[in-house]
């Protein structure tokens, strides 16, 4: 059965699809070709139950969104009655000389029931109709939509604005604001096109008229000329033409209503009778003097007692039982007892509140990757609408750590921390602390180039820039133009926090690239190189190789956006080992251009520190003692004396503002690494195997192993 279900549905799909546009064509039609009176009874009963159906969808609709071809259908049955009334308009002209019924039962019906044959009674109707519908739904309808539709234009840089900050800040993923977008972009279009939907209902009204008017006067003269008597004549057209108005006016007024409707429910986001029954019931203090009010009224001389009693007994009523049932709902919630509490009432009548409890700790469970959390004191360098400028930084930021190394940043989770000092942020990776940093809220942050201090210092509380460490100064907004005149760089607490956040995900990227980063990276690689990622991942090495490799190569900051080039060498190389760490050297051997374009300076030659043959005499022979299984540490003291010696140089490159670059020989690369991080972690380790041909190797600095 389940599979004849779905070639049925989609053969019933395909048919409405062709019947849509054959029917709009069959009515654009209707308006030239003659129809028989028993036709145009069936399409006048289509066209009341059009009327009815969305007069009823737009009660219960719950946000105008959910019917978004409303313009649409408002265009088609408004398009719908003019033809009936060019058809009805031909067959009362046509056969109207025959009798009330040449034009149809129900056309016959609105003349005679529905006004009882009076045909001044009829007209007066018909009229009071059209200046209800025309002068107060419609022009009302019309108006709201025309606000709305500039009110919804005009907030559209804000809501896409608002989408951005809540994206880059983690607190929505990519595919909710690519959801989000879409549905403010529907909003504006739904507002716009119901501006124009109202124009068609106003139409269709001032219309009716002039077909009235038409018919009447048509209907008159075609009865004389038909043999008829004046009074004969004037009596079965009036009630033709009067049926007819009648006929579709109602509809008209129907689908009119429902446009009103839609356009004033903007705010409610719920069904009407929902709505209504909450904000208009559900006060029961305001029904309470209501229903006083109301029965005061029996006290006037001569008014009715009965439908007085009868409303004001009703709203009481109304008013006792809302008022018990809040009372009983605040007691269950204060109370410490069965009450069900807020959370467990959601879950459902059967659930417990020990469920939803349960429920929301697992919605705790997951941590997210990266997260600042903020004092108070720092939230307005974090809000955009107190003019923080953070999450636009944000913004930038990951583009440009995407575009440096290759990978995407997880979105940043942003919070206030009331357990923090006011002036403190802090950073949490996977929910644990890796770095915190205090800043002087009111203050601007001067920071100076130690290559080149100012000549003269400011006024202001003397720190370290919390990202790269070098001698700055609080100082005042007021003396931020001085302080850029003497050579000094002045940043915001939003520029500290981003910067600092870019500084922390270089040294972390390794650990924010995790199996399914990898895996989506591999994903977006496919889409261009479909063949190159299924050769190797897991025919030649498994994912977790691949995925340690990546981070290999992130822990020192080789960017892996070269993923071809990557993929390649391990497609070359993994047939002669499956060591990670060797495979990892192969790889970078393979982006020699990438690393050394990163090692270049100014000049476009390696300002490089090198090892004394002493120093690396003892790196080699440490390290062939650890192969060979026989020793290989090395002599505390030794080991001092080189990493002083390191230390030194390193400083002394970062003192020149230069990037301190350590470069050795292939084989010790790795032990040198291990080395020199634990007391450097700043300085770049290469080999000579990673430095592009073309490029000058110009030493500055060479370690020693002796004393200072």
């Excluded at 009447?216 to 009067?242: C, K, Y």
């Excluded at 269950?332 to 349960?358: C, E, F, V």
């Excluded at 391990?570 to 192969?586: F, G, P």
Aim: proline share 5%; aromatic share 6%.
């Amino acid at each position: 059965m389940t599979t004849q279900a779905a070639p049925t549905t989609a053969k019933s799909e395909s048919i409405l699809s062709l019947l849509v546009p054959l029917g709009i064509i069959g009515v654009v039609l209707m308006m030239v070709m003659p129809v028989p009176a028993f036709l145009l009874d069936f399409l006048l009963a289509v066209s009341i139950t059009i009327s009815v159906s969305v007069f009823l969808i737009a009660l219960f609709i719950e946000k105008p969104l959910d019917y978004s071809a409303f313009p649409t259908v408002v265009l088609v049955a408004t398009l719908l009655r003019l033809a009936l009334n060019v058809t009805s308009t031909r067959l009362i002209l046509l056969h109207g000389n025959e009798g009330t019924g040449s034009a149809g039962r129900v056309i016959e019906t609105f003349g005679r029931f529905v006004v009882g044959g009076n045909v001044v009674i009829g007209l007066v109707v018909f009229i009071i109709l059209v200046v209800i519908n025309f002068v107060v739904i419609t022009k009302g309808a019309g108006r709201i939509a025309e606000v709305s539709a500039r009110f919804t234009l005009d907030a559209m840089p804000g809501k896409q604005m608002a989408i951005d900050a809540e994206l880059s800040s983690g607190m929505i993923t990519q595919d909710v604001a690519r959801r989000r977008r879409k549905e403010v972009e529907r909003e504006a279009d739904f507002f716009g096109a119901m501006d124009g939907a109202s124009k068609f209902v106003g139409g269709d009204a001032v219309a009716s008229i002039i077909i009235t008017v038409v018919n009447l006067v048509g209907g008159l003269i075609r009865g004389v000329l038909a043999g008829m008597d004046i009074a004969q004549a004037a009596e079965t057209f009036s009630i033709l033409s009067v049926g007819d108005a009648l006929v579709t006016q109602i509809p008209a007024l129907l689908v009119s209503t429902a446009a009103g409707l839609f356009v004033t429910r903007t705010a409610t986001g719920q069904e009407l009778g929902s709505a209504l029954r909450e904000q208009m019931f559900g006060t029961p203090r305001a029904l309470g003097l209501t229903a006083i009010v109301v029965a005061s009224f029996i006290l006037i001389p001569g008014m009715p007692v009965t439908p007085f009693l009868l409303i004001s007994g009703g709203l009481g009523w109304f008013a006792y039982n809302h008022w018990n049932d809040k009372a009983h709902t605040a007691d269950d919630t204060s109370g410490t007892g069965t009450g069900t509490s807020a959370a467990g009432a959601a879950t459902g009548p059967t659930a417990s509140p020990g469920a939803a409890t349960a429920e929301d700790i697992e919605k705790e469970l997951p941590l997210d990757v990266l997260a600042l959390e903020v004092g108070f004191e720092l939230i307005p360098a974090v809000d955009a609408g107190m003019g923080g400028t953070l999450l636009d930084r944000i913004a930038n930021l990951r583009k440009q750590f995407a575009m440096d190394f290759g990978i995407i940043l997880p979105p940043v989770r942003i919070r206030d921390n009331l357990l923090l000092a006011s002036n403190i942020y802090r950073f949490l990776l996977l929910g644990t602390e890796v770095a915190r940093v205090q800043l002087i809220p009111g203050r601007l942050l001067a920071m100076t180039n130690p290559a080149s201090p100012p000549d003269m210092d400011l006024d202001g509380e003397e720190t370290r820039d919390p990202v790269f460490n070098a001698p700055a100064r609080w100082i005042r907004p007021t003396d931020r133009d001085l302080a850029e005149a003497l050579g000094y760089t002045v940043v915001d607490h939003a520029t500290v926090i981003a910067t600092h956040l870019g500084e922390l995900s270089k040294q972390l990227a390794d650990q924010l690239l995790g199996r399914a980063e990898v895996q989506h990276l591999f994903e977006v690689f496919s889409r261009q190189n479909p063949k190159i990622v299924d050769d190797i991942v897991p025919a030649m090495l498994p994912m977790g190789d691949v995925h340690k490799i990546l981070r290999n190569l992130l822990r020192e900051g080789v960017s892996i956006r070269d993923l071809r080039t990557i993929l390649e060498a391990l497609a070359e190389v993994s047939a002669t080992t499956k060591d990670t760490e060797q495979l990892t050297e192969m790889v970078r051997a393979r982006l020699s251009r990438q690393i050394t374009a990163a090692a270049k300076g100014e000049d476009t030659s390696i300002s490089a520190i090198v090892l004394s043959a002493a120093v690396e005499d003892t790196f080699r022979r440490s390290l062939r003692d650890i192969s060979a299984g026989t020793g290989g540490a090395l002599d505390p003291e030794e080991v001092r004396r080189i990493g002083a010696s390191f230390e030194a140089c390193v400083q002394r490159v970062r003192d020149q503002g230069k990037t301190p670059v350590l470069v050795t020989s292939p084989e010790l690369r790795r032990y040198v690494k291990a080395f020199a991080e634990r007391r450097a972690p700043q300085a770049t380790v290469i080999s000579y195997r990673e430095i592009d041909g073309q490029t000058q190797i110009r030493p500055i600095e060479t370690v020693t192993n002796q004393a200072a």
